[in-house]
């Protein structure tokens, strides 16, 4: 529990500022993953900021 050997790499999303993890999904192209969800990608290409 001390440490974890597998550290994931970390963005932050420029939508919800959130700091999010790599995800499986993603290993073929986390260098063009910016927002942590489909949710933010979208609210960032709208640019309304309504929940
Ligand atoms: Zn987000």
Not at 12 to 41: G, I, L, M, N
Not at 43 to 49: C, V
Request: hydrophobic share 25%.
């Amino acid at each position: 529990m001390a440490h974890q050997k597998t550290t994931l790499p970390h963005k932050t999303c420029p939508v919800c500022q959130r700091p999010f993890a790599w995800r499986k999904k993603w290993e073929k192209c986390w260098d063009e993953v910016k927002y942590c969800s489909e949710r933010c990608r979208r609210s960032r290409d709208k640019g309304a900021t309504h929940a």
